[in-house]
């Protein structure tokens, strides 16, 4: 059940920040005895592998900053961010961590129920950050997406670190980003009321 947690705050993670979960991840088993990926996994702590997510993280961070430009570049991510909950999930669910100890018992005959549930996790909450930020943008004349963009990134570190130390409080999480959600547009609908 921990290893289900994990995966999907890792996926949620990559839901708004297709990049966060795989560089810490990838960071966390290459440099830290916190995480340790299996041989299949291995990939994601390849010196070269990491640059480039390292990389790829710093366009978004930048792009997702710039009105008009964030939301193109929203429409890009829908791709690349529910193959990264895939791959967070995946990974960060067979992965050892202090909270998921044996994760073979839920990987060794549905590998690929990770991975499928990953992309499905992720995809919703892009759908959902898709659907808010040109409401946001519109009503602020772009001046909130800076803002909204950067507590973006916070919580995806922050639901990263969280599925990978206390996964149990992924649960308390969700919760959390719907009514921050729903929160958002009901604010942008009354300033433009």
């Known amino acids: 059940m921990i290893e289900v947690l994990t995966g999907a705050g890792l996926a949620m993670s990559a839901g708004l920040n297709a990049y966060v979960p795989l560089l810490v991840l990838g960071l966390a088993s290459r440099f830290t005895e916190f995480v340790a ?12 592998v990491l640059g480039i997510v390292g990389l790829l993280l710093l366009i978004e961070v930048i792009a997702d900053k710039v009105p008009v430009v ?6 890009i991510q829908t791709i690349v961010r529910p193959t ?9 669910a067979s992965a050892e961590t202090v909270a998921v100890t044996d994760p073979a018992q839920f990987l060794e005959q549905n590998q690929w129920v990770p991975i499928v549930s990953g992309v499905v996790i992720a995809l919703v909450v892009h759908l959902a950050k898709l659907a808010v930020r040109p409401v946001v943008n519109a009503v602020t004349a772009g001046v ?28 308390v999480a969700v919760p959390l980003l719907v009514w921050f959600a729903i929160a958002t547009v009901r604010r942008a609908r009354a300033r433009r009321a």
């Open 144 to 171: 909130a997406a800076p803002v909204v963009s950067t507590l973006e990134d916070v919580t995806s570190v922050t639901l990263t670190v969280l599925a990978l130390v206390l996964p149990v409080l992924v649960i």
């Open 84 to 92: 990264a909950g895939g791959l967070a999930f995946g990974s960060g």
């Open 70 to 75: 964030d939301s193109i570049n929203d429409w």
């Open 37 to 48: 990926l299996p041989a299949q996994w291995a990939w994601l702590e390849n010196e070269w």
